[in-house]
């Protein structure tokens, strides 16, 4: 076993189980904080994939804006353990057999299909700033400016829906 | 490595993202496992963007390898947005129902 | 020299005009613009018409192209008009007869509101341009829509006074018959366009096209069309909407019901004569059938009380007499008799109506009598008429009944032995009318001897040009034998191929003096047994069933509509409640039934949605891959 297949294997053991972890913790801040966890986990994968661009961003947008402001709502609602709603067992138990029967059906699908496609690792330049920059910025401009178009609409659509209103919505 | 080990950690983890939204019923966390569901797909890419990078078409161009991450990045951007106003959206929720079970949303069914 | 041939298409499109005018404007028009207006443009179709007549006349013919009707990969037809000697004369017959009778109807209909009045002339009109249409049309689609066009015109005019359950049920009888015809012209029409891929008449008539049936498609194709002819010029088995047909105003009876649109059977049929001489299987059916209907009509109109019915009958016997001759390829003969009948029959509708006009709607010709003092001219016109249709010699049916006789004489003795009687039987009804109505004493009640008139000239004056018309109309078709050399013969013969038959002429001067003493004898016997008439109580035996009409009415409802109301009555109770309504409700419950089950799956919690979904996906997934 290659240092890079363990290096593979402790990310994925550690993203699968924090996922596992987040879903499963009943306070909704350890949930945050496991997504975080994955998040690191999924950067650590980036940079095995020589991706440093991709991982930084991970780690600074989602693991850093993204999470950071699930916190904050959390925190803000003051939400903990006990005011958890608990849900039908049976409902769960559906829930928890269909997503995994959809899993085992997709992998026996995989295994049915032969790839034996390697994949670059650690090595390579396309994941580096320097043409992902030029890529973006020749290729891609118009979508990229777009994107602000799209950043633009989201802020006022959050801040139009926070806005305090007098709606009353409950029955 | 092979790629089949990526598909199959992505699989893993979008499908833990979707046992997530089947049985929580707080709000947020159903919202980050959408978000688990996202990551779970851009890691793919990029496994799949260098799995490319070894193709003989890659070496024709120097872009090419490197599309797949910048659709990553866009997805990020349109997360971030999504985010943004999902949350709101459950603070809003929050603020009229005083809380965040979904199963209290059941204003559909009307 | 062929500039009258530009403006042909002004002489069915003037009664349109006529028609808009007097059926858009008829709320404000006054009577004496709309009657004016409606037999203006029927004037001026008549000159224009004479023009065209006199054109063909000196040999010109044409067919005139307007626009390409329907156009389809291999299939053509245009809509054109064919000018030709046929349409050129029945032209002349339509506009004419048609003029004198919109004159006489300015009269006749004084008394009706000015709103409805408008309303006749343009039904009127209306129906002058769909006869003309079907005429003039180069093909059988146009014939077709004309004879659609009369068709409706014909229900509109006889359910006239639409107040009247009667009428409008006779108005319908009418049109469902005339269908039943149409729908056999129509299935000719599709087994010709099947065959010969056109319906374009100098197209079909080639010899290449016909070359093209076989025997069974020709007789097919023109028993089909003999079955439209029968129901537009009322033959057995579809007479009996003709009779019924009387409900309508009387002008409508002289014009439509035996001038013109009835005959519009024979100008098929002799139209497309080319097809028929080579259908003798046709032929003879036409023939019978032809000789069935003379003789039945004929028969029963000798025990009718009702004007008009009486000379509806006589013109169902008259029209079976011209099919009888296309039935024995005398197709000349067949079309000289329309032409003459054309003026008798309408003269004879119009004295009828000048008469019923008198009585002030009394149609009974028991409670008539002694006319002739109070209304002469009405009285001798009539009298002409009723020659003329007896055939005596020197009146115009005596040339027309005369050559059809000999025809068929010649085409078989046996088919003549059994026509021989029906002069005997027109001359013997039609003077019964004439005696019963104008001579002897008044039966009627005493309001009504003093209000008898003779009509105003707008009527009389077409009464006239009419009777004349009926004395020196038989000369076009002088035979050879009587020193003439039959005209109309020879000016149609580059259309209409007759059969053509010879006799010695002292066969034809017998045959002649038979049916002459004949109608003589059968007019003294008229006039012996009429002289003083007396109203009689039920007559007995054959003449109740004549009265009845052959109980033909009464057969029909038996044979045919009370079978159909009870598998109507069959289909409303069973298959319409138990199976339609029943499948309909059924679905209906099964809906209800079905939504109530499945009402959980809508919770309206988003988590089960998704779980659906996944579920979904999941059947998909292992569809896709497993199966």
Not at chain 3, 95 to 121: C, P, R, W
Not at chain 3, 133 to 160: A, D, P, Q, R, T
Request: aromatic share 12%.
């Amino acid at each position: 076993m290659s240092i890079i297949q363990i290096i593979f294997l402790l990310l994925s053991v550690m993203a699968v189980g924090s996922a596992l972890m987040m879903i499963t913790s009943k306070n909704p801040v350890n949930s945050v904080l496991w997504l975080i966890v994955v998040f690191f986990a999924i950067s650590g994968h980036y940079i095995l994939l020589n991706a440093q661009f991709l991982a930084i961003v991970n780690i600074i947008v989602y693991a850093g804006a993204i999470m950071v402001l699930f916190l904050f709502v959390v925190m803000l609602m003051n939400l903990n353990a006990e005011t958890e709603p608990v849900k039908n067992r049976r409902l769960q138990l559906i829930g928890v057999t269909s997503g995994g029967a959809l899993m085992l059906i997709i992998v026996s699908a995989i295994n049915k299909i032969d790839v034996e496609q390697l994949v670059q690792i650690n090595a390579g330049d396309s994941g580096l700033i320097k043409v992902l920059g030029m890529n973006l910025f020749k290729n891609y401009v118009l979508p990229f400016e777009i994107s602000s178009v799209l950043f633009l609409s989201a802020m006022i659509g959050a801040v139009v829906i926070g806005k305090k209103e007098e709606i009353d919505i409950k029955k | 490595m092979d790629i089949k080990a990526y598909i199959i950690l992505s699989l893993v983890l979008f499908t833990i993202g979707i046992i997530g939204v089947l049985v929580r019923r707080n709000a947020i966390i159903i919202f980050m496992c959408v978000e688990l569901m996202l990551n779970a797909v851009n890691l793919l890419l990029v496994a799949f963007s260098k799995m490319h990078a070894l193709s003989s078409a890659a070496k024709a161009s120097a872009t090419f390898a490197s599309d797949a991450q910048i659709f990553v990045f866009f997805i990020m951007v349109v997360a971030a947005a999504e985010v943004s106003v999902g949350l709101a959206i459950i603070v809003m929720m929050y603020r009229n129902v005083h809380t965040v079970d979904v199963n209290f949303l059941n204003r559909l069914k009307n | 020299m062929n500039n009258i041939f530009k403006l042909v298409w002004l002489i069915p499109i003037l009664p349109l005009l006529g028609f808009l005018i007097n059926g858009l404007g008829r709320k404000m028009l006054s009577k004496t613009v709309s009657g004016f207006v409606g037999s203006a443009v029927v004037f001026a179709s008549f000159v224009l018409s004479v023009l065209v007549f006199l054109q063909v006349k000196s040999g010109n013919t044409s067919t005139l192209h307007f626009f390409d009707f329907i156009h389809l990969k291999s299939l053509n037809i245009a809509f054109d008009f064919k000018i030709d000697h046929l349409s050129s004369l029945f032209l002349l017959i339509i506009t004419g007869v048609g003029f004198l009778i919109h004159v006489y109807s300015t009269s006749y209909m004084h008394d009706e509101d000015g709103k409805d009045f408008a309303k006749y002339f343009a039904y009127l009109n209306l129906f002058v341009f769909s006869m003309l249409l079907l005429v003039m049309g180069g093909n059988y689609l146009v014939m077709f829509i004309g004879w659609e066009g009369v068709g409706l015109c014909s229900y509109l005019l006889i359910g006239y006074w639409y107040k009247n359950v009667d009428y409008t049920n006779a108005a319908k009888k009418a049109f469902i018959m005339n269908r039943i015809g149409d729908l056999g012209f129509l299935l000719a029409l599709f087994w010709l366009i099947s065959k010969i891929g056109t319906i374009e008449y100098d197209q079909v008539f080639t010899a290449a096209s016909l070359a093209k049936l076989s025997t069974f498609d020709m007789t097919g194709i023109t028993l089909l069309m003999f079955v439209g002819a029968t129901g537009k010029s009322a033959q057995i088995p579809l007479f009996t909407w003709l009779p019924d047909a009387m409900a309508g105003p009387t002008p409508v009876s002289a014009l439509i019901h035996a001038a013109t649109m009835v005959t519009a059977g024979i100008y098929m049929i002799a139209r497309s004569n080319a097809l028929f001489s080579l259908a003798p299987i046709t032929l003879n059916v036409i023939a019978i059938i032809g000789i069935a209907t003379t003789l039945l009509a004929a028969s029963i109109a000798i025990k009718q009380n009702d004007i008009k019915k009486i000379l509806a009958y006589s013109t169902v016997s008259q029209l079976g007499l011209m099919f009888v001759a296309l039935g024995t390829g005398n197709y000349v003969a067949a079309v000289f008799h329309v032409i003459t009948h054309a003026f008798f029959k309408a003269l004879m509708f119009l004295g009828s109506g000048s008469v019923i006009h008198a009585m002030g709607g009394e149609q009974d010709i028991r409670k008539m009598g002694g006319l002739h003092k109070h209304m002469k001219i009405t009285s001798f016109t009539f009298l002409i008429g009723c020659l003329a249709i007896s055939g005596i010699p020197g009146f115009s049916g005596f040339f027309s009944k005369d050559e059809i006789l000999m025809g068929v004489f010649a085409h078989n003795k046996m088919l003549y032995s059994f026509l021989i009687i029906l002069p005997l039987l027109t001359a013997f009804y039609m003077f019964r009318l004439y005696i019963i109505t104008f001579t002897g004493t008044f039966r009627g009640t005493h309001d009504q001897e003093h209000h008898l008139h003779e009509s105003p000239s707008a009527m009389t004056l077409p009464l006239i040009i009419l009777a004349i018309l009926s004395i020196v109309g038989g000369f076009i078709g002088v035979p050879e034998v009587l020193g003439g050399n039959h005209w109309l013969a020879s000016y149609l013969s580059p259309v209409v191929k007759s059969a053509s038959h010879h006799l010695e002429h002292s066969t034809e001067y017998l045959l002649m003096g038979i049916t002459t003493v004949l109608v003589l004898i059968s007019i003294t016997f008229a006039w012996v047994k009429f002289k003083n008439y007396k109203v009689s109580g039920e007559s007995k035996g054959l003449g109740k069933i004549l009265e009845n009409k052959w109980y033909v009415d009464e057969l029909y409802q038996m044979t045919i509509v009370n079978p159909l109301k009870s598998i109507s009555a069959f289909f409303n109770n069973i298959i319409e409640i138990k199976l339609i309504d029943g499948a309909v409700n059924g679905v209906g419950k099964l809906v209800t039934y079905s939504s109530r089950q499945l009402r959980w799956l809508q919770s309206g919690q988003v988590g089960a949605y998704v779980l659906l979904m996944v579920i979904g996906m999941l059947i998909l997934f292992f569809i896709q891959l497993f199966l």
